[in-house]
């Protein structure tokens, strides 16, 4: 009898194997999850993480993490679980176009901060101004 794997564990490989599948890079789907690609790693390395990323992971990756997991916790060995994701491989690889979207949605958010980074510097100012008087 195989050694159990741990829910962790179980959630490290799945995801792994998930990214490995859908043919992209943890850089990739850091940047599609919004996230930067050390917090994505560290929380893939320690096998968990909070379910608002887990939900911005499922819909990136068009998938659900968790019931692969379920599934491992239930018994099933992970070499099914695996042969299933890896059937799974998607009928197109991610084009250009797609990562030019990702990329201008990115740079709409770049530009968002910036606004909020000005409008903050503008309050700040102000405030010193008026605590002059």
Known sequence: MGKAISTNEAFR???????SVKGITQRQLAFAIDTSPSNLNQRINAGSMKPEMILKIDKALQTDILAFVQRIENGEKWKNVLME?????????????????????????????????????RTIDRLQRESEL
Request: net charge negative; aromatic share 2%; proline share 5%.
């Open 13 to 19: 490989r799945v995801l792994l194997a998930l990214i």
């Open 85 to 121: 994701i890896e059937s799974n491989v998607p009928s197109k690889p991610a084009t250009q176009k797609d990562y030019d979207e990702l990329i201008q949605d990115q740079q709409r958010k770049i530009a968002q901060l910036e606004d909020q980074v000005d409008t903050l510097i």
